[in-house]
């Protein structure tokens, strides 16, 4: 006999396409980034990070190759007037396609105990708009705010004299993300908290359920602040989050990136307690094109018995 470390579950949620990772940066170290700053995609981690974007602006756009051939898509677009004098504002979407499902209804009359009733396309949407401010040098708070959707399709529910019975499945919500951000002064070690999909419970029909509420705190630091190692050459990101979902146990997620002269980088991560989402790897490749900055990303994550998924990302910085 053996131990097995199961992730548990405590309660059901949906409209879960608003916790999976659209950036492939953060899918390399296990989404331990709350307290990294992550340029265009910050509102959809900790928004309170925007507030120290290097430049005036920073765009970004990634697609997700998840499980069962689902597909994810996700941009942004963060803007700091006036220098930053009046904050940070941006704008975000992420979209989920679920592909086509085969729908059926109980047929009595037929061999299979059913009758085959054509495709159901189940699909969501978020659309964010973000701010976020430094308070002092080492203080920033930031929100979120999104209105999210998601279409379950129509179910057959009945037979009629003209056919089938149809029921809509579909609701809208409004979505609230919170964090701040404080630069303790000591080197580069950063402590952020943050509050995810904060939201009142959705209604497909009759059935009432919640978001997938997420509270996270996560520190950060260049552990090559402490040696003599030359930072303008080489860097060591570690970074520590913990997580607690409304829907599963207290996770613990680890991440590392390593970063050569700025250009190159590589990036692994774990958390624990799991299931089937295990290690994640990826890398990247940063650009100065002109007064640009280009960056490119990859992720993958091992899913257990459903394989593996692959992120894709492009940022940039102006």
């Known amino acids: 006999m053996s131990n097995a470390y199961g992730q548990d579950k405590r309660a059901q949620t949906s409209m879960k396409f608003l916790s999976v990772s659209p950036d492939p940066r953060a899918a390399g170290m296990s989404d331990a980034v709350t307290s990294l700053e992550m340029g265009a995609n910050a509102a959809l981690y900790n928004p309170a990070t925007m507030a120290h974007i290097k430049g ?6 990634g697609v997700v190759q998840w499980i069962a051939d689902i597909n994810y898509n996700s941009a942004s677009f963060i803007y700091k007037p006036g220098d930053g004098r009046f904050g940070v504002i941006g704008l975000n979407a992420v979209s989920v396609d679920y592909g086509e499902i085969l729908a059926t209804i109980v047929d009595e009359n037929s061999p299979s105990g059913f009758a085959d009733v054509g495709t159901v ?6 659309f964010g708009l973000s701010y976020a401010n430094a308070i002092t040098d080492q203080f920033s708070v930031g929100a979120n705010f999104r209105i999210a959707s998601m279409d379950l399709g129509a179910a057959y ?33 950063n402590f952020a908290m943050a509050l995810r999909n904060f939201s009142p419970g959705v209604r497909f029909f009759e059935e009432e359920t919640e978001l997938p509420l997420t509270f996270k705190i996560g520190i950060s630091m260049d552990v090559f602040d402490l040696t003599d190692i030359d930072k303008d050459t080489h860097s060591l990101l570690v970074s520590i989050d913990a997580n607690r979902p409304r829907d599963y146990d207290e996770q613990l997620l680890f991440g590392l990136e390593y970063s050569f002269v700025d ?13 089937e989402e295990q290690f994640s790897i990826g890398g990247g490749i940063k650009q100065p094109i002109g007064g640009l900055i280009l960056e ?14 692959n992120r894709f ?5 102006f």
């Open 56 to 61: 005036n602006y920073s765009a970004t756009g």
């Open 313 to 317: 990302g492009v940022q940039l910085g």
């Open 121 to 126: 396309a189940p699909n969501g949407y978020a």
């Open 157 to 189: 529910v009945g037979v009629n004299d003209n056919g089938y019975d149809t029921q809509s499945y579909s609701a809208q919500t409004g979505v609230l993300d919170f964090g701040i951000l404080y630069k303790t002064g000591f080197e580069s070690l």
């Open 296 to 309: 490119v990303n990859y992720a993958y994550t091992k899913f257990g018995v459903f394989g593996e998924v």
């Open 263 to 275: 250009r190159f980088m590589l990036r692994g991560g774990y958390g624990f307690p799991k299931d």
